[in-house]
């Protein structure tokens, strides 16, 4: 009995002293950014994966002056197919779980639906869906992640960052993760937007160590907002009306905002507060929009002669800022209109406030909303006039 008590124990020991699925740290590459393309040629995806190269980012390393990531493509009918594919060029295993970022194409998003290109995502216990997501527009994805930065090694980080540091600084750009795209996917009543970025400069020199060793460098820069309807992209949102999208959906950290104060010249109100509140009815069978925005700032910059410790030049500059603002909403809402695309998720509203009328509404309801009466009220509050009052004689 002993004997194989004592047979039973070394058995067991045996059995917990070793991991069967291990894998090696110099078996597998791990994918931080992720670009996804199609090729209309061959009918076929195109994923772009950039890897790190360790040898090149070591605290101390024996790099060999090489880039410090490495980016490499595969192509199949399916974005799983083009994954598994990635085994036939790349010598080592694919870890998806440190995706920092994914890049969209623009011929991709206006050929294919949204929910055909994250339904993987969502599926795959592998990827985080907090990642955030980009339209690449006017350049093809593997130009746009070729190109090498000076601030950053690794290239799509540099982009990560532009939209955080964008949406903290301007309010026209906002970080749209997988999980956004996939909630106004399946939610009625509200379309999908993502940031856009294009490329600027000469893409070979872009690509190479040059441009991180030249002052002209070839850089990726923010370029507007795509629009979508039924997961499509239709359009761009550009310039100031960005700032609608953000003002509306409550997502505005900080924003900037030029005010005329003469023929020829502008003061600048630096808007560090800002609070929207929408309500929508339908009234004779039209959607009626009512946008309330209240905020206030400082003025940052100011270019007239005027005296600003003077309550009503105050108050004059509160009214024209009043009418700035609203005048950038009203426009984001009019090219959303014509777009046919509610990207401000009015319908969600009409939905939780009268779902009755929701219900008779929804089947039309981004005809509906292209044809809506919108009425916008701001009240602007200018509470600091920074360090100085006297303006400077001009």
Not at 6 to 31: M, P
Not at 49 to 67: H, I, L, M
Not at 325 to 343: M, N, P
Request: glycine share 8%.
């Amino acid at each position: 009995m002993r004997t194989k008590i004592s047979f039973l124990i070394i058995f067991l020991l045996f059995g917990l002293t070793g991991c069967s699925n291990y894998t090696e740290l110099n078996e597998i590459a791990i994918v931080l950014g992720l670009g996804i393309d199609y090729i209309p040629e061959k009918d076929v995806y195109e994923i772009t994966y950039q890897v790190v190269n360790p040898s090149e980012n070591a605290a101390r390393g024996t790099g060999s002056g090489g880039t410090p990531v490495v980016n490499y493509q595969s192509r199949g009918k399916t974005l799983s197919e083009a994954a598994g594919n990635a085994s036939n060029i790349f010598p080592r295993k694919n870890i998806y779980s440190h995706i920092q970022l994914v890049l969209i194409s623009e011929q991709l998003a206006k050929k294919e639906s949204l929910n055909f290109i994250f339904d993987v995502f969502e599926r795959d216990a592998g990827v985080r869906v907090n990642v955030p997501v980009l339209i690449t527009r006017n350049a093809d994805i593997k130009t746009t992640m070729d190109i090498l930065s000076s601030v950053d090694k690794i290239p799509v980080r540099t982009l990560v960052g532009k939209v955080k540091n964008a949406s903290k600084v301007l309010g026209e750009y906002g970080e749209i993760k997988i999980y956004d795209i996939i909630e106004n996917l399946t939610n009625a009543g509200s379309e999908p937007t993502i940031s856009g970025i294009s490329i600027t400069g000469n893409p070979k020199t872009g690509a190479s160590k040059k441009n991180i060793e030249s002052m002209q460098k070839t850089f990726v820069f923010l370029n507007g907002i795509a629009v979508f309807r039924k997961g499509k992209l239709v359009g761009w949102i550009d310039g100031k009306k960005q700032k609608s999208l953000q003002i509306i959906k409550n997502n505005i950290q900080i924003s900037s905002l030029r005010i005329h104060c003469d023929e020829k010249r502008y003061n600048n109100l630096l808007v560090n507060h800002l609070k929207s509140k929408s309500k929508v009815d339908m009234q004779n069978s039209q959607a009626v929009i009512t946008i309330q925005v209240n905020g206030f700032g400082t003025l940052s910059e100011l270019l007239c002669n005027k005296d600003i410790s003077k309550r009503e030049v105050i108050k004059e500059y509160e009214r024209r800022s009043e009418r700035e603002l609203e005048k950038e909403i009203k426009d984001g809402i009019i090219v959303a209109q014509k777009l046919e695309s509610d990207v401000f998720g009015f319908g969600e509203i009409l939905r939780d406030t009268h779902p009755k009328k929701w219900r008779k509404s929804k089947q039309q309801w981004n005809k509906l909303f292209s044809q809506a009466k919108v009425h916008i009220q701001v009240n602007l509050n200018i509470e600091g006039t920074g360090m100085r009052i006297k303006p400077y004689p001009y």
